[in-house]
Structure formats: C-alpha cells, structure tokens
C-alpha cells in the first residue's frame, strides 16, 4: 500500500518506517528542510534501538522516501498519517495548530479519495475537526480516523511491530477495511485490531497512559508509606503483582516518571475534564505526587550531610527520563541537579546517551564524566536517577575506591539492601527496609 506519513519525529519516523518494512511503500513529509536531507542521505535523526537497521534496510529497497512537499507527498497514497507535534500550550490544553493546519492544505490539495488518520495523542473531538479542517476545502471524498500509538522509547520498533493491539477509531466502513489491511501484517499472532469510533480511540490513549502514570504515583506513595511503616516495598509489589487483576507491570517505586507521553498526556486528560466541568481528583493526585516524588532523595541527602550540601560534590549516574532513551523530557535528574546545586553543591553526571542532550539544557552548571566510574571523582556520594543496564553490576570495588564517602543514594532501587550492607555502603533507596 502507498502510505504518507507527516511528520518525521519520533513517532512519525518508528511508524513510516515500521510500515515500510512490511512491504508497503512510505513517503515521509516533514517541513525542516535539513532534517529531511539528513533522512533522505541515510542518517536516523532520532536515538532507538533497532530503528537504524530497519531504516538503513528499507531506504536502500526503495520502500522510504522523504520530502518537504506535501501535494508531492501524499499524491499516490491511499493514507496519510498524521504524527504531527501536540506540545502543550500555557494552559496545559494540547496544542492542535500542527494538525489543524496540515488538515487545512490537504482539503485544498487532496484529489482522490484518501484516509487520514490521526497518529498523535489528541484531545477527544479531535477528529471533528480535523474533518471539519478539511472539508473547508476539499472536493473529493475522505475519512477521518482516529489510531492512537502505544509505542514505549527504547522497545518503540518491537512495540509497533508485534503490537498488543491496535485502536482503530472510525465510522466508516470503507476505512474501516483499509486500516484493517494495513495492519493486518502487524496482528498476525493474534493480537487483537480493536474497532471504535473516534472519539472512544482518542480518549483510549489518554486513559491508557493516565492509567498507567496512577499505577506508578499509586507505588510511589506506597513506597513511602512502607519506609514510615517498617514495610519494604519490594514484598508490597510482589505480594500484590502476582494477582492477575493488578498485574506485576508498573509497579516500580522511583523517583518519579518523566518523559514526553506520561507528564503531558495526564495534564491533557485534566484540561479537557475541565473543560466539560469535571474535577478528575484522581489524576490532580497523580500529577502532585510525581512532582513531589522527583525530589524524594532530596530529604535523605540533607539529612546525611546534616542539613548542609554546600562544597558537596556529587556523583550523578543517569540523565535520561528511563533507560534506552536519549530523552530527558522530565527527567528526574534535571530537577535533582536543580536542587543540588542551589543547596551549593557541586554534581558530575555520567549517562550512556543523554549527555549531549542535558549539555544543551544546564550547560557548564554540572561537570560531564567520560566514564561512569571517573564520574565519582572526589564525589562525597553517588546518586542514580536512571536504571540503565551498566548501573546494574557496577564494579563495587571501584565505586568503593573512588568515592570519598561510600555513600549511595538510589532513585531506581537497583541493589540487592542486604548486599549494599555487607560491602560496607550507606545505602538508601525508594521504600525499602534499610
Ligand atoms: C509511554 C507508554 O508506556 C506508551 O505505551 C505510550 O505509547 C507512550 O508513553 C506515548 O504516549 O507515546 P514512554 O513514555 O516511552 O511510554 O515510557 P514508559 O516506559 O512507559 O515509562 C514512563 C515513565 O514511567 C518513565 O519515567 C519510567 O521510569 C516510569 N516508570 C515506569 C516507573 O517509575 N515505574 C514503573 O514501574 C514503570
């Protein structure tokens, strides 16, 4: 099938070149003149595993194509995607000028009948007026659907690939049968294709993440709990993971989640109940209790150092909002390095993808290690804000040797407590018996 895809970020980038893989044939539209050059000579402009193998692969077959022209773009394509930015605006509502304004020019170019499809997360009525922004103009026939993406930084291209479902929101039975085919490839083992109308697959997206994003702030004042209670939260998650109703998956206690999905999406669904005038205290919770969260180490670290951080210097393991990511969208570590260096001390950071990124945001506020383990020089702690692989079974014996103090503070629980004690560490982690 002959498919345009508008917008070349992430998710526009995962899913045109997902598409492609199966055969069909992708053209890529996105208005940043260098980006597109950039795709179109082979460079992956985005940082996730196996996309770059996928991309390098079906760019070379002829399958990817990219352009800056819209009407050239989408001339042959049965359906165009629309992956299009929703940042929020002031108010926390998302911001649908992107949408609406590509939906605008395709009414006054469109020239056979073609199914546009909502790829981004949108606020419910999105579709009615991405319709209504096209038929303003357009003389031909077209549907409008809603097919919200489920895709997860770093396992983007196994989760477009083998979905565990697909929404597809439409009244239309033609498009119906089209999106159907498209995905046919992709729901092979199964997995079910779920049919709504629009507006249910919009408001699914919203729901599944703010469900997601209260599972998680639900742990982490559990967490907390268990520290005043003498419980560990460790045993908490696994007594009540393994009942199938709640599931064993995300229920980790951190420092909080960040990202560009969770943080946006929940403030999203609370402005558009607003908007209906419906107080959603649930999510108003969640939303308090991750903001609070990012900064749960911080108490702990004062009272080490009784109260006064200043000529502290600090070891930083872990930038990015999660592990696999190159992304610090609200990360945790930023607020962390915030705080930090307010209270006068110093922090080095260390992070196995996000370094240049975080150089861009707080400059020559920190000091960037090569290494995970130079990182600790003269640092009177260690601080872990992300829990990548490397962290996992670090060389004890070095972090002992280079640490001023063997002092570990972890935001993502990443060690065995008893282990911590036996090798002589004062170790505090998130809702465990010390
Ligand atoms: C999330 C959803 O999981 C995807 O299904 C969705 O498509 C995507 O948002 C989106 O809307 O585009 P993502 O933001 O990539 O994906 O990251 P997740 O892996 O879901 O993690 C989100 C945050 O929750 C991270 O900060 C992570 O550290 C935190 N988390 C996750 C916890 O604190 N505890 C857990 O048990 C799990």
Not at 6 to 31: H, P, Q, R
Not at 266 to 274: D, H, N, R, T, Y
Request: a negative charge; aromatic letters at 10%; one cysteine or more.
């Amino acid at each position: 099938m002959k498919i345009t895809v508008v917008g070349t970020g992430y998710v526009g980038l995962v899913s045109g070149t997902c598409f492609a893989e199966t055969g069909n044939n992708v053209t890529c539209v996105d208005i940043d003149v260098n980006k597109v050059k950039k795709l179109s000579n082979g460079e992956v402009t985005i940082y996730e595993p196996g996309l770059e193998k996928l991309f390098e692969r079906n760019l070379k077959e002829g399958r990817l194509h990219f352009t800056t022209d819209l009407e050239e773009g989408i001339a042959d394509a049965k359906v165009i995607f629309l992956a299009l930015p929703t940042p929020p605006g002031e108010d926390g509502s998302a911001d649908l000028s992107y949408i609406l304004g590509v939906a605008d020019k395709l009414g006054k170019i469109l020239k056979d009948y073609k199914v546009i499809v909502d790829k981004s997360t949108v606020p419910v009525g999105t579709a009615e007026k991405v319709t209504a922004a096209i038929a303003k103009h357009a003389k031909v026939e077209f549907d409008v659907v809603s097919n919200p993406e489920f895709l997860r930084e770093g396992v983007a291209v196994e989760d477009f690939m083998k979905p565990d479902r697909v929404v597809i929101g439409t009244s239309s039975e033609r498009a119906r049968k089209i999106m159907g085919d498209l995905y046919a490839p992709y729901v092979r083992q199964g997995n079910p294709v779920i049919y709504m109308d629009e507006k249910s697959a919009e408001l699914t997206k919203y729901a599944a993440n703010s469900f997601l994003a209260t599972k998680i702030s639900f742990m982490n004042e559990i967490a907390i709990l268990c520290e005043k209670l003498g419980a560990d939260v460790d045993m908490v998650r696994r007594g009540i993971g393994s009942d199938d109703r709640i599931g064993k998956r995300f229920l980790f206690p951190g420092i909080g989640y960040g990202g560009s999905c969770f943080p946006k999406d929940v403030q999203a669904l609370v402005k558009s109940s607003e908007e209906v005038a419906y107080d959603f205290r649930i999510l108003n919770a969640v939303m308090d209790v991750n903001e609070k969260q990012k900064l749960f180490l911080m108490p702990k670290i004062f009272n080490y150092f009784n109260n006064d951080l200043k000529g502290k210097h600090f070891a930083l393991w872990g930038l990015a909002f999660k592990p696999n990511t190159d992304d610090i969208r609200e990360a945790p570590a930023l607020y962390l390095i915030d705080e930090l260096t307010k209270a006068g001390a110093t922090v080095s950071v260390f992070d196995p993808e996000a370094m240049n990124n975080v150089k861009g945001v707080v400059g020559d506020k920190v000091t960037y290690a090569e290494h995970q383990y130079e990182c600790l020089d003269n640092a009177d702690a260690l601080i872990i804000a992300t829990e990548w692989s490397v962290f996992r079974t670090p060389d004890f014996d070095q972090i002992s040797g280079t640490l001023k103090n063997k002092v570990i503070f972890d935001g993502r629980n990443l060690f065995e407590v008893s282990r911590m004690k036996e090798l002589g560490f004062h170790y505090e982690s998130v809702g465990r018996l010390a």
